[in-house]
T-cell receptor, first 115, second 112 residues
Framework: GAGVSQSPSNKVTEKGKDVELRCDPI?????LYWYRQSLGQGLEFLIY????????KSGLPSDRFSAERTGGSVSTLTIQRTQQEDSAVYLC?????????????FGEGSRLTVL | SQQGEEDPQALSIQEGENATMNCSYK?????LQWYRQNSGRGLVHLIL?????REKHSGRLRVTLDTSKKSSSLLITASRAADTASYFC????????????FGKGTTLSVSS
């Protein structure tokens, strides 16, 4: 596609349920990032992929959070046993740059609400 | 961890006025980037300034970088109502990081 695509755009779930958020990056972009943005806050880094490997997953807040990337393309962020504090907008970004600090292209985000 | 911190947190101006936002960071960097976010949307890249550059222009945007003070500023000249958005600076820690770390942003409101 022309841009980074994320789905679902909105997800409401009950506390304790698992959720999966999907990111489809720009074709050919080898770097992929997940960030989390709580209401009125800045972006919190979660995980970085280069190809299918994740050299930096230091931002994942707990072991309930995991992510994978397959075929150097689509990535899925999974949150197990969701808690109310997981409510946020989850943003995915991709970059053509090998390594760090290139220009990021963001998707529109997946808004997660945990009741 | 917080790498960039924007100042002010919020800024309200009239159309036609200039808007200046500042960013301070903590470590040595390779480059510094500014992004814009309209309400409820994703972020859009505005401009990248490398650590060996001091000033860069793009249309109505002017970015400066002072590595000795670990600070940057974003100037929007002749602002328009459509410039209303949140603006974030982002950097990568040369020593430790692999990902862009964003500040909390400056919320700019331009009224007509």
């Amino acid at each position: 596609g022309a841009g980074v695509s994320q789905s679902p755009s909105n997800k409401v779930t009950e506390k304790g349920k698992d959720v999966e958020l999907r990111c489809d990056p720009i074709s050919g972009h080898t770097a992929l990032y997940w960030y989390r943005q709580s209401l009125g806050q800045g972006l919190e880094f979660l995980i970085y992929f280069q190809g299918n490997s994740a050299p930096d997953k230091s931002g994942l807040p707990s072991d309930r959070f995991s992510a994978e990337r397959t075929g150097g393309s689509v990535s899925t962020l999974t949150i197990q046993r969701t808690q109310q504090e997981d409510s946020a907008v989850y943003l995915c970004a991709s970059s053509l740059a090998q390594g760090r600090a290139g220009e990021l292209f963001f998707g529109e985000g997946s808004r997660l609400t945990v009741l | 961890s917080q790498q960039g911190e924007e100042d002010p947190q919020a800024l309200s101006i009239q159309e036609g006025e200039n808007a200046t936002m500042n960013c301070s960071y903590k470590t040595s960097i390779n480059n510094l980037q500014w992004y814009r976010q309209n309400s409820g949307r994703g972020l859009v890249h505005l401009i990248l300034i490398r650590s060996n550059e001091r000033e860069k222009h793009s249309g109505r945007l002017r970015v400066t970088l002072d590595t000795s003070k670990k600070s940057s500023s974003l100037l929007i000249t002749a602002s328009r109502a459509a410039d209303t958005a949140s603006y974030f600076c982002a950097t990568v820690d040369n020593q430790a990081g692999t990902a862009l770390i964003f500040g909390k942003g400056t919320t700019l409101s331009v009224s007509s």
